[in-house]
């Protein structure tokens, strides 16, 4: 399967401490970002008008996806990717919910059980798979082509394995957990075929008190976008 990648604008946004890790050893991020990085995330997501997020991501986190920081904005719809099982109705994704649902992206294996669990809360929409290539077809098909991925390691490998990301946002976080074997922005079983050529410019850097947020854009996905 093919995609234009000049049919729409994919983004990740992360946060990670000194030395690369994106969780506590506990496997949740709570606590470790400040006011200002909640505020450089919710200026990213206005920038957005849909909002990849995984199952895991939800479960372990709870993350609040409205947009509290920026006036005035419109919050980006959540799409949740779910390959396996269901997640609880109880998560803060469901609350306070204004004109449109968040999306579910499920398999038929699982649709029933997400239709019993989320019926009245989401619109579910059941693709023959769930591989990045698919759901950014699906995605751009709904008519939105502003993405903004903040779905995890896993989550974001796949995409960035597909060469389908324009931009990644990271914030460094001033904390050293030291524990190996912890989550990084990007988790995957296989290095990327050379890695070492597909370049990243950096496009934006700047520090507020003990965080840096940068931005870099994907040199490839650039040219394809501009030519």
Known sequence: MEIDRKSYHLSINMAMTMDGKVTRPNGKWYGLSSQNDKFQM???????????????????????????????SVN??????????????????????????????CLENNSENIKNELTNLVDIYCLKELNPITVLKKIINLGYYKILLEGGPQLNYSF????????????????????????TIVDGNENFLNFDTKQWNLVSCKSQENE????????IQTQLSSS
């Open 42 to 72: 919710d200026f990213i997501r206005s920038q957005a008008e849909v909002l990849i997020i995984g199952k895991n991501s939800i479960i372990n986190d709870n993350p609040i996806t409205q947009i509290r920081y920026v006036k005035n």
């Open 76 to 105: 980006p719809i959540p799409i949740i990717l779910i390959r396996t099982g269901v997640i609880p109705n109880d998560r803060n994704i469901f609350k306070n919910i204004d004109d449109k649902k968040p999306l579910v992206f």
């Open 160 to 183: 960035l394995k597909e060469n389908l990301v324009h931009k990644i946002h990271l914030t460094i976080v001033p904390f050293l957990i030291g524990k190996k074997d912890l989550p």
């Open 212 to 219: 840096v947020f940068l931005e870099f854009e994907n040199k």
